[in-house]
């Protein structure tokens, strides 16, 4: 009876690991807007308000955003220099960056897959691949394009979309 015990004991973890190991395998597939009062921006007029106790990098990568959030597409956008007439995706995340306190000169897209620290951030986290890159400030997406109406730049979005294939980063202590 007590080597049957025993092994239940051993048994009953195993449930427990299947379950996480299956949240692991999709974590990452989808990137979604989770409101959560005090923590996430919200959209108003195409523009982010943040959160009242945002850090003050958070602050001003959000009125960054908001600067150019209205800006056109243009490839190579703000690459040259932070301040230009039209942006692309790594345009738009140097940009923002940038104003953060977090980014010294403009980069391109598959070179924010080493930026900062690996993982998601508590406030700021870049997803890169080759070719795109775009990012979740307090919650909301910052992004060039992937389904939102108006796609012609730099936009705010709370719309989901894949985030399948990228690397998520974020600037150290954000």
């Known amino acids: ?8 004991l051993l048994l009953m973890p195993l449930p427990l690991c299947v379950l996480l190991c299956q949240c692991g395998s999709s974590a ?17 007029g195409g523009r982010a308000v943040p959160p009242a106790n945002a850090p003050a990098a958070v ?18 956008g703000g690459h040259k220099h932070f301040e230009d007439s039209a942006y692309d995706c790594s345009g738009t995340a140097s940009y923002v960056l940038h104003a953060a306190g977090k980014l010294d000169k403009p980069t391109v897209s598959g070179a924010f897959r080493s930026f900062g620290s690996s993982g998601h951030g508590k ?10 890159v775009f990012m979740e400030v307090a919650g909301l997406r910052l992004d060039t394009g992937y389904s939102d ?21 974020h600037p150290s202590g954000l």
Do not use: Q
């Open 1 to 8: 009876m007590a080597w049957m015990m025993r092994f239940l």
């Open 123 to 132: 406030w700021i986290t870049v997803y890169a691949r080759k070719g795109h």
């Open 59 to 76: 602050l001003r990568a959000i009125s960054a955003g908001n600067r150019i959030c209205t800006m056109p597409y243009r490839r190579g």
């Open 28 to 44: 990452g597939a989808r990137w979604e807007y989770k409101y959560a009062p005090g923590k996430t921006a919200v959209l108003i």
């Open 149 to 169: 109406a108006d796609s012609d730049g730099p936009r705010w979005s709370s719309r989901s979309r894949p985030s399948k294939g990228y690397t998520m980063r």
